[in-house]
């Protein structure tokens, strides 16, 4: 299994300001996936991080709102940008298995924004 | 479209007995099936996977089963205890995209 790193765990935001996302994986993978969880939600994929190209975005969600880094095979950055209340959810970083089939999350980074 | 449903109630049983949690999807015929556990606040953690042409997995306590003419998977936990208080995920692996369908979970509390 692969080991994730998020920072920061937790975090309450003021209205309007932006915040990073930092996510680290402890092996090289190709693909690192952003996911969403809100209040009473399921979790609901943001993008796809891919290294060396751009990342791949889910219906609703826009590169402006959420831009993506993937600078190397182990680490990638999400930052919401100009945060509304509507923001304040758990956004989760996660890869898949080396055989493929099972994808692993870090502990999510917890955000309120006020 | 792809639709994943859990029991939306949450499920309370005493310690000891076993705990089954019923995931239900429609349009779709998964190859995978998984199921996640995710405790407030923490990211899911992996618990089982189940491939289309396996019926039944065990790991430890844990036991789940994947019927694919009911599109159903019950996930069972045996000797249930406290600590198994959390909430429980079910995704599906849709597609050649890889992406995951997740439902929105049931909650369980073990009581003492």
């Known amino acids: 299994s692969a080991v994730i790193s998020q920072k920061p765990s937790r975090d309450i935001c003021q209205r309007g300001t932006s915040l990073t996302i930092q996510c680290q994986v402890d092996?090289?993978?190709?693909?690192m996936f952003w996911y969403r969880q809100q209040p009473g939600q399921s979790l609901t994929l943001i993008a796809t991080?891919?290294?060396?190209?751009?990342?791949?975005?889910e219906s609703g969600f826009v590169i402006d709102k959420f831009p993506i880094s993937r600078p190397n095979l182990t680490f990638s950055t999400l930052t919401v940008s100009n945060m509304s209340p509507e923001d304040s959810s758990i956004y989760l970083c996660?890869?898949?298995?080396?055989?493929?089939?099972?994808?692993?999350f870090g502990e999510g980074s917890w955000l309120t924004v006020v | 479209s792809q639709k994943i449903e859990q029991n939306s109630e949450a499920l309370n049983i005493q310690e000891g007995k076993t705990a089954t949690l019923t995931c239900n999807y429609t349009?779709?015929?998964?190859?995978?099936l998984q199921w996640y556990r995710q405790d407030p606040g923490r990211g899911p953690v992996f618990l089982l996977l189940?491939?289309?042409n396996e019926k039944e997995k065990r790991k430890e306590r844990l036991k789940v089963t994947f019927d694919t003419t009911l599109k159903q998977s019950l996930f069972h936990i045996t000797a249930s205890q406290p600590a198994d208080s959390a909430t429980y995920l079910c995704?599906?692996?849709?597609?050649?995209?890889?992406?995951?369908?997740w439902g929105l979970g049931t909650s369980l509390a073990v009581n003492p």
């Open positions: 996660s890869v898949f298995s080396g055989a493929g089939n099972t994808i692993y």
């Open positions: 092996s090289q993978v190709t693909m």
């Open positions: 991080a891919n290294q060396g190209s751009e990342a791949t975005y």
């Open positions: 349009n779709y015929s998964p190859a995978y």
């Open positions: 189940i491939r289309e």
């Open positions: 995704a599906l692996l849709a597609g050649n995209n890889r992406k995951l369908i």
